[in-house]
């Protein structure tokens, strides 16, 4: 099956640095990627939309100059949390389509800010 | 918008079976999704419905009713494995967001 990849597993940064996390399709191209943040105990929150070539689209209530998105090629889709901060401290994992009727999610990236 | 709600907690017994409800409000339809989350991992994909009625995988089958706003996933022949959070996802009328219900927590006990 399709295969997406997220790196790094797991980061830990001083508060009010930047970290960049990267999402991958492995074996496939995707035009459209997705973000998604998940806190303990809670469901999966979509954040944006990654579109190839073109502006990523936010989701209500997310800053789109915090959490940056880069989609530069088929894939690969980059977001950067910018001046992080602990509440950002979460699990953040990404998913691409593998078509209309499934959608294939990378292993997660925990980030821990201090 | 939307809105779906699933069970926050279930528990079952080893060998037995377990349905996990869904329903959803929606503005607009275009398939529903079932995933299986262990802690600290990553959701894998258990079954996708886009037409009325039943879909079967193995120990695991999903039932939708699209008139009704709702689903199931019946988990059969429980294995202590399948402790795990279970996700239901709709996707809406555009593109191929999808929105996920609060996840439904199953224990399995011996």
């Known amino acids: 099956g399709a295969v997406v990849s997220q790196h790094p597993s797991w980061v830990i940064c001083k508060s009010g640095t930047s970290v960049k996390i990267e999402c991958r399709s492995l074996?496939?191209?995707?035009?459209?990627m997705f973000w998604y943040r998940q806190f303990p105990k809670q469901s999966l929150m979509l954040m944006a939309t990654s579109n190839e070539g073109s502006k990523a689209t936010y989701e209500q209530g997310v800053e789109k100059d915090k959490f940056l998105i880069n989609h530069a090629s088929l894939t690969l889709s980059t977001l950067t949390v910018t001046s992080a901060h602990p509440e950002d401290s979460s699990f953040y994992i990404c998913s691409a389509g593998g078509g209309i009727d499934t959608q294939y999610f990378g292993p997660g990236t925990r980030l821990t800010v201090l | 918008g939307q809105n779906i709600d699933q069970p926050t907690e279930m528990t079952a017994t080893e060998g037995a079976i377990v349905q996990i409800n869904c329903t959803y409000q929606?503005?607009?339809?275009?398939?529903l999704f079932w995933y299986q989350q262990h802690a600290g991992e990553a959701p894998t994909f258990l079954s996708y419905n886009v037409l009325d009625g039943l879909e079967e995988k193995g120990r695991f089958s999903s039932f939708l009713s699209r008139s009704k706003g709702y689903s199931y996933l019946l988990l059969k022949e429980l294995q202590m494995k399948d402790s795990a959070s279970y996700l239901c996802a709709v996707r809406g009328a555009a593109g191929n967001k999808l929105t996920f219900g609060g996840g439904t927590r199953v224990l399995v006990k011996p």
């Open positions: 929606t503005s607009g339809f275009n398939g």
């Open positions: 074996d496939f191209q995707a035009t459209t």
